[in-house]
């Protein structure tokens, strides 16, 4: 009792890491198999980013799917994931100049592409639910 999860910590991941250090990356938990004591949802609104899990059963429940909140967190943790994947070295340089310009596009085509799937499956699962309902 009294124990947060680092994972759910909205003091050490907003206040400490973002406001207080500047960060401006991506947090990501360590990957959950299967003794897991945090929550998705407390997780992100915390300001944690990715949640890694090995076949859990973990989905965002209503308060973030279904509130401005939610919305907000979910904005945020795709704006910071985004942030780090365009802000991020890649293996591939050419020379001493940085990063090639292919890998850049390729890199921006394929995180546009993870976004429409991000978008097309929750607006389905939303779907879906509508229509359970109605039956």
Aim: aromatic share 8%.
């Amino acid at each position: 009792m009294g124990a947060t999860p680092t994972a759910e910590s909205h003091a050490l991941l907003t206040q400490v890491l973002r406001n207080e250090w500047g960060f401006r990356g991506s947090v990501v938990t360590d990957c959950v198999l299967a003794a897991d004591t945090s929550n998705i949802n407390r997780a992100l609104h915390a300001g944690n980013d990715l949640y890694l899990a090995f076949l859990q059963d973990k989905m965002l429940t209503s308060d973030t799917l279904d509130t401005a909140a939610g919305h907000q967190a979910l904005r945020n943790a795709c704006h910071n994931i985004l942030y780090t994947e365009a802000n991020s070295s890649s293996t591939f340089t050419v020379g001493m100049f940085g990063q090639s310009p292919l890998i850049t596009a390729v890199e921006v085509v394929l995180a546009a592409i993870i976004v429409l799937l991000a978008t097309y499956f929750v607006r389905r699962h939303m779907k879906m639910k509508r229509w359970r309902a109605q039956q």
